[in-house]
């Protein structure tokens, strides 16, 4: 139970992290057409396809502690 605690959280913390440039790379629609060319330029798609790869492993093991801590286990973030 506590690694499908462990793994459902990682998995979250993910989705999360991606829906932030999902929602950044999506707004730029709702700009007027002579704009969208400056917005999304190969350079940009090519940092947010970076950001894609990389954000999700950053907040991950930025919050690695919250991760690994399991409600009612009694381990918590004492095994650090």
Same mark, same amino acid.
């Given at each position: !139970?506590?690694?499908?605690?462990?793994?459902?959280?990682?998995?979250?913390?993910?989705?999360?992290?991606? =829906?932030?440039?999902?929602? $950044?790379? $999506?707004? %730029?629609?709702?700009?007027?057409?002579?704009?969208?060319?400056?917005?999304?330029?190969?350079?940009?798609?090519?940092?947010? !396809? =970076? $950001? !894609?790869?990389?954000? %999700?492993?950053?907040?991950?093991?930025?919050?690695?502690?919250?991760?690994?801590?399991? %409600?009612?286990?009694?381990?918590?973030?004492?095994?650090?």
């Amino acid at each position: !139970m506590r690694t499908a605690v462990i793994i459902s959280k990682a998995i979250l913390t993910t989705l999360g992290t991606w =829906l932030v440039p999902v929602l $950044a790379i $999506a707004a %730029p629609t709702l700009l007027p057409a002579r704009w969208e060319y400056y917005l999304i330029s190969p350079a940009s798609v090519a940092l947010w !396809m =970076l $950001a !894609m790869l990389l954000g %999700p492993v950053v907040t991950c093991w930025k919050l690695r502690a919250w991760i690994r801590t399991v %409600p009612g286990d009694g381990r918590g973030l004492r095994e650090q």
